[in-house]
């Protein structure tokens, strides 16, 4: 993957954050993808998906080459189009721990699944 060193470092810190999921939560399976198709359209940006497969809840991730040190982010549905309301972090302030939070928190909000 000709990846840049943002994404190397967000797939790092997913993969991390993902293990820990793992042992914490037996029903949380995240699936974790990365994309850089939105660069073959002329978008300078790379796009991680967090998946959780049963409940289509999605965390969409981007990092965008015009917005350096920031990483914007939006809870969806991987059947759905995601919206234009993106939040943002400086990339410092995201760690494994954050991802962690965010799917353990957006993932096991319905846990009926």
């Known amino acids: 993957m000709n990846a840049n060193q943002a994404l190397l470092d967000m797939s790092e810190i997913a993969s991390e954050a993902h293990g820990r999921i793992q042992q914490d939560f037996a029903d949380i399976n995240p699936v974790i993808g990365v994309m850089q198709g939105m660069r073959k359209m002329g978008i300078p940006a790379d796009v991680m998906t967090i998946d959780c497969l049963v409940s289509k809840k999605r965390i969409l991730v981007v990092l965008h080459d015009e917005h350096p040190g920031l990483v914007q ?3 969806t549905f991987s059947d759905q189009d995601p919206g234009d309301d993106y939040q943002a972090l400086k990339s410092e302030d995201v760690s494994s721990d954050t991802l962690y939070d965010w799917i353990k928190d957006y ?4 846990s009926n699944h």
């Open 107 to 110: 993932f096991s909000a319905d």
């Open 73 to 75: 982010y939006q809870f």
